[in-house]
């Protein structure tokens, strides 16, 4: 099992930025792919953004290239998504997860666990 606990959301205006961070515990955390995705409300669950294991390799949605940064530190068994220029539509509550394969991620949005996830809101 792998446990994962989301930080760093909360109210920020249109254009402003946020980091948000997802400590891993119970297994190797350089062992697994990681990823974002979000749900706002009324919406399709989406992934945001993955990463593989070593952080060489990363994904995201086409709508969010160039603002948002996905990284990690396999160190501190920490994961991050750094937001940049949020909009309104940004608005969602943010999932961090693990699964054992980027392929999945990528070609399936498919993952293995799931954090309890952390609201963002952006005012306009």
């Known amino acids: 099992q792998v446990q994962l606990v989301e930080s760093g959301g909360g109210l920020v205006q249109a254009g402003g930025s946020l980091r948000l961070s997802c400590a891993a515990s119970?297994?190797?955390?350089?062992?697994?792919?990681m990823g974002w995705f979000r749900q706002a409300p009324g919406k399709d669950r989406e992934l945001v953004a993955a990463?593989?294991?070593?952080?060489?390799?990363?994904y995201y949605a086409d709508s969010l290239k160039g603002r948002f940064t996905i990284s990690r530190d396999n160190t501190k068994n920490t994961l991050y998504l750094q937001m940049n220029s949020l909009k309104p539509e940004d608005t969602a509550v943010y999932y961090c997860?693990?699964?054992?394969?980027?392929?999945?991620?990528?070609?399936?949005?498919?993952?293995?666990?799931w954090g309890q996830g952390t609201q963002v809101t952006v005012s306009s």
């Open positions: 997860t693990a699964g054992t394969s980027y392929r999945d991620y990528v070609g399936l949005g498919k993952c293995d666990y």
């Open positions: 119970g297994r190797t955390f350089s062992n697994y792919a």
């Open positions: 990463i593989n294991w070593s952080g060489a390799g990363t």
